[in-house]
């Protein structure tokens, strides 16, 4: 049943996208004319970016830029006038983010060079674009690893302060091909990659409001039984900081909707902490307590396992005194969903 829906998906996609690098004037039913202003009518300069899947991993990319018009004075949004036109180059960039290996990667998006993927083509042009009114771009590359991926098609004139940009997304897992929107995804069999945010959320910053970075990763979404190694990094970039703490909690969203904490001997396997024992006589794991000098960066290691499939949450809380004597606190968090045949990135949205 699984290869029969992903074999009808691409077929889909196929139909709706039929483009080849000779065929100029093909469509897509991806419309970036929707998600970028510098396609309007009115601009002096317009484009189209179509991203046609051959494969689950193969993409043909066909980016066009149109100078309409020639313009009088500045043109606001890039701030330039249109003899810059002159020295002008357009681009592809392709940004990636993970879905099942390390959080880190989830995070953020991460720009691949073009040299690792592209099979053949054209992805850049430098010229006068005075004079090549319309510059096309066709290239093929191949996709490494499942992910979100975003392919942008940019054209900048000299000195602009931003390029006219495009941009279609994609969602690539299980053998399958998404635009990465929120419904196209919904309506697919890759709705689970909806519940996260990837390549949004962003690697952790520090600033003079947050001076102190705790920042959690994992080698990958687990299954229930299965170990896997959690890291909690702690960054000061501008003071030095004694004791500073790290209290670490594991949570599980049960059926009434309640997060409820777990104890951490239920799912700790082995840990840099180490135990101890309470008023009660109950083993506890230890708060982590650390000195950090500035510009330092120090690493925790845990192996953990989840005892049972459902939704959870590693949490951290860490907190110290800075030198200006005022009480700091920052977190950061994981949130996973295992299943008894997958686990990924995100909790379900039951409000």
Known sequence: MKKTIVGIILIVIFITIPMACDNATSSTSFDTTTQNPTTEPDYPVSGRLDVSPITDKEMEIHFTIDIERIWDGTWH??????????????????????????????????????EDIVVSGDTSWEGNALETRTIELCSTIRLPKDGKWDFKGQFAGDNW??????????AV?????????????????????????????????????????VELDMTHPPLAGEEVTVTCLVRSP????DDFKVRTYFKKRNEDNEIVNVSATEIVVSTEVGWDVDAYGDTIWKDWETDIAKDETIKLTHIIEFPEPGEWEIRVYGSCILPEEKYYTITDAIKLTIMEDKAYYGWKDRN
């Open 173 to 213: 897992a299980d053998g399958i091909v998404v635009p990465n929107y929120p419904q196209d995804l919904l309506d697919s069999p890759l709705a689970y990659l909806e519940l996260y945010g990837h390549g949004l959320t962003g690697k952790v910053t520090t600033n003079e409001q947050y001076p102190v970075s």
């Open 77 to 114: 949004y890039v701030e330039a006038t249109s003899d810059t036109l002159a020295d002008s180059k357009a681009w592809i960039k392709v940004l990636w983010a993970g879905i099942d290996g390390p959080y880190s990667e989830a995070r953020q998006y991460t720009e691949i060079p073009l």
């Open 238 to 241: 501008y003071y030095d900081i």
């Open 161 to 170: 302060i931003r390029p006219v940009s495009l941009t279609q997304r994609l």
